[in-house]
């Protein structure tokens, strides 16, 4: 049998000690999975003295991770400390640079410094794994860099966020409003006390951005993603998607157009008949479009310390069965010096329409003000549907527009029109529709 694999984690939050636990309890297994032993020989934390259910003192502790990452002790460096810079991003560069194979699960970390790195892991000849990066437990990294050669990838597009879709599953089943199923997200452990970086699009934006450099051969470009979060969505809203026919789901979108690559993160309605929309609760998806293999649907849990670990320790076992000499592929499908510079594409009409959301003071002319605005940015309307607003507001109506397909620049420029015109007795409401997916 071959010599065990030492393993160092840095970062013993909820996920680390559940991947300490799992080669732990699973240790018999793995070895006969991988022909040799995996052994917890080194860690890093912050707080020594933390009780975290696993007796970890046959590993070597060290405070400082970087200097874990640069020890000949270890042969696999698993990055669990999180965020973009600081250690994270220190430890990790100073691993592969000393010729170690690197797990994370670092999203921000891949996709503000994801190339850089994975040029020094091809130039060393070592691993750097990220599946749970993405989707946590849902294998799409593999899926994506290992199961799909010869196919060319035309659209990717799912659920990336656990908590948003907890949030907009619960406001569409119970009828309550977005602040109070957050809190209740929090209270869960399904949000973190500042939720920004889940509500507002950012995470999704991030995992995103890794898939469309897998997809389409370029360079992360996380900055260049539209992205719009769930924060302003209403029971209104909800409601009329249910009534249209559709489900409010937070999306990340990335295809391939004739200018360029798109990549937008966006609630979006989908029809409650397709699969996306049946994806509830914390559960992510992933779909993938190609020429050969029409369109793949992968579904699991994407958050929690159990999905992410099994992910973590599935990375870990590849490098186990790996052997001295052996030829590892590219990071990103391609080596990282060959990846494209990313092209955005440009403003091009959005196939599904737009469905828009108006609360217009109940007078005389606003309709024909409305209608006016519309035709004059060559906005063809599939339906328009007026509902009294009761109690205080009765002075009020909402007014929903469904358009047919048009671009965003012309939907923003009627809305803003609109609302220069004094009509609206509060903030506007447009979401992309999605026919298919």
């Known amino acids: 049998m071959a010599e065990a694999l030492r393993v160092g984690i840095a970062g013993l939050g ?29 860690v890093s934390a912050r707080d020594r003295k933390r009780d975290r259910g696993i007796d970890l003192s046959a590993a070597k502790w060290f405070d400082d991770p970087m200097e874990m990452a640069q020890t000949g002790e270890i042969d696999v460096f ?24 690197v797990v994370t699960a670092n999203k921000a970390l891949l996709a503000k410094h994801g190339v850089a790195l994975a040029e020094i892991a091809e130039k060393k000849g070592v691993l750097l794994n990220y ?13 994506m860099r290992e199961a799909m050669a010869g196919n060319s990838v035309n659209r990717v597009f799912g659920i990336l966020n656990g908590t948003c879709n907890y949030i907009l599953t619960r406001m569409e089943a119970e009828g309550v409003s977005f602040d109070v199923v957050l809190k209740d997200a929090q209270r ?44 302003n ?32 993160v966006h609630p979006t309605m989908v029809p409650t008949a397709s699969v996306i929309a049946q994806v509830h609760g914390v559960t992510n998806a992933v779909a993938i479009e190609t020429d050969i293999l029409g369109e793949l649907l992968l579904s699991g849990p994407g958050a929690g310390g159990n999905a992410t670990a099994s992910a973590v320790i599935g990375d870990i076992a590849d490098i186990a069965k790996s052997r ?114």
């Open 233 to 264: 969505i209403t029971q209104a809203d909800i409601r009329a998607a249910g009534d249209l026919g559709y489900r409010i789901k937070l999306l990340g979108v990335a295809q391939r157009t004739e200018s360029g690559i798109e990549q937008r």
């Open 14 to 42: 909820t996920v680390g000690a559940s991947v300490a636990r799992v080669l732990r309890d699973k240790a018999a297994e793995l070895t006969r999975q991988c022909g040799r032993d995996i052994i917890v020989s080194a």
């Open 131 to 143: 599946e749970a990066a993405v989707a946590g437990g849902i294998p799409v990294i593999k899926t």
């Open 188 to 231: 869960l452990g399904y949000a973190e006390a500042d939720p920004t970086f889940d509500i507002e699009g950012h995470d999704t934006a991030h995992k995103l951005s890794i898939l469309t450099s897998l997809a389409f051969g370029t360079k992360i470009a996380a900055n260049d993603i539209y992205m719009e979060g769930i924060s």
């Open 324 to 437: 001295p000499g052996f030829q590892h592929g590219p990071v990103f499908g391609r080596p990282a010096k060959e990846l494209k510079a990313y092209k955005k594409a440009q403003m091009r009409s959005h196939a599904g329409g737009y469905f828009i959301r108006l609360t217009v003071h109940d007078r005389i002319g606003v309709f024909a003000a409305i209608a006016k605005r519309m035709a004059d940015n060559d906005i063809s309307l599939e339906s328009i549907v007026q509902h009294a607003v009761s109690g205080e507001a009765a002075a009020q109506k909402t007014v929903i527009l469904v358009t047919h397909e048009t671009t965003e620049a012309a939907v923003r420029k009627a809305v803003d029109g609109i609302t220069k015109d004094g009509h609206l007795t509060d903030k506007p409401q447009v979401i992309r529709i999605e026919r298919a997916g």
């Open 78 to 101: 698993v990055e669990l400390i999180g965020g973009d810079e600081g250690s994270a991003r220190a430890s990790v560069k100073a691993a592969l640079e000393a010729g170690r194979h």
